[in-house]
């Protein structure tokens, strides 16, 4: 069964029982996957014997006579058993021989056998892809958007018994990692440290923020032509061990999320359509916005343009990481 939204009925044959065939769960929310393999686990006993009815394979080191193994022998004490494989990679375009059997191990799977895959990416064209979703039912977890992340959190407050005004719980979002697993960690920090409200305060007290967020801060002290501070922030990246092409990465969206705001706000876009268009937070956006205000659109382009040759003269030997990096930030400050 493949649809682009079936956690519904995911979330329905847990509950009645229906765990039986063939589970697809691919995308980059683990916390999610981890959360529906666990009720898929609950949900089929392992009779006190979950060596022999819980098994887990490693898809990377994966023959085939053990997936055969897994799968055919009996459970054990009791009726039915789960067989997970992670990363197996047979639905990301397998080998003719991978793809072939495959394909008759989804048709012949024991009654009495649960297959889940946990896939981090799948090809929806492949064959593989098609038997799996058509034979059993494949589920997209992908990252949640900003307004369902936002009501996780005030939901996750409410049960607490604390209270968070929305503002709060948007601005928390933002400086988080993508991803429930950070943010549900980060979150328990802040419910154990706050009192019955959780403050602005408390957020920048307790919360680590995303280095995405940090490198923002490190553009802000740019276009605030603060040599120091952004020497700091630069300096509390290099400390935390943070690879300078990751840092170039994130500086070159962060420029190119600036640029993009700057044309699509001189064309009379509003705020919503830039956010939707350039792949921002709405409650970003004006930060950008101001960002790109600051900066002249032939400055943007070649701050991008200069962060790929950096990018070059570095894995060409041409230069040393940091210091390569430290005098874009110092340039920036001064030429911005």
């Known amino acids: 069964m493949a649809k682009e ?101 989804l048709k012949t799977l024991p009654q009495e056998v649960t297959l889940v895959f946990d896939e981090t990416e799948v090809d929806k064209r492949s064959a593989t892809y098609k038997a799996a979703a058509k034979a059993g039912l494949a589920v997209e977890f992908s990252y949640m958007k900003e307004y369902e992340l936002v009501n996780w959190v005030e939901r996750a407050a409410m049960r607490a018994k604390k209270r968070i005004t929305k503002e709060n719980a948007q601005y928390f979002v933002s400086i988080c990692d993508e991803g429930l697993s950070t943010l549900s960690q980060e979150l328990d920090k802040l419910l154990n440290y706050c009192g019955e409200e959780i403050l602005r305060s408390d957020i920048e007290k307790v919360v680590s923020k995303s280095v995405g967020v940090k490198v923002f801060e490190l553009t802000e002290q740019m276009m605030a032509k603060d040599a120091g501070k952004a020497l700091q922030v630069l300096n509390d990246l290099k400390t935390a061990k943070e690879p300078v092409f990751k840092l170039l990465y994130l500086l070159f969206s962060t420029f190119d999320k600036m640029l993009r705001c700057k044309l699509m706000l001189a064309e009379g876009a509003g705020f919503a359509e830039v956010a939707e268009q350039a792949g921002i937070a709405g409650f970003l956006v004006q930060k950008y916005a101001a960002g790109a205000k600051r900066f002249g659109e032939a400055y943007l382009v070649e701050r991008l343009l200069r962060i790929c040759e950096i990018d070059l003269a570095i894995k060409e030997g041409m230069t040393e990481d940091w210091p390569a990096l430290e005098r874009f930030v110092l340039d920036s400050v001064q030429h911005g």
């Not at 044959?13 to 529906?36: A, N, P, W």
């Not at 055969?68 to 494989?85: H, N, W």
């Open 5 to 105: 939204n079936v956690l519904p009925e995911l979330k329905r044959r847990i509950k009645e029982g229906q765990t039986g065939g063939i589970f697809l769960f691919y995308g980059e929310e683990r916390y999610l996957k981890d959360f529906y393999l666990g009720k898929l686990k609950e949900a089929i006993p392992d009779g006190s014997f979950a060596e022999f009815n819980h098994v887990f394979l490693d898809g990377k080191s994966l023959a085939f006579d053990q997936v055969d193994d897994a799968v055919e022998s009996f459970p054990v004490m009791s009726d039915r058993k789960l067989v997970c494989i992670k990363d197996s990679g047979a639905f990301k375009a397998p080998g003719e021989e991978v793809k072939q059997y495959w394909m008759h191990r």
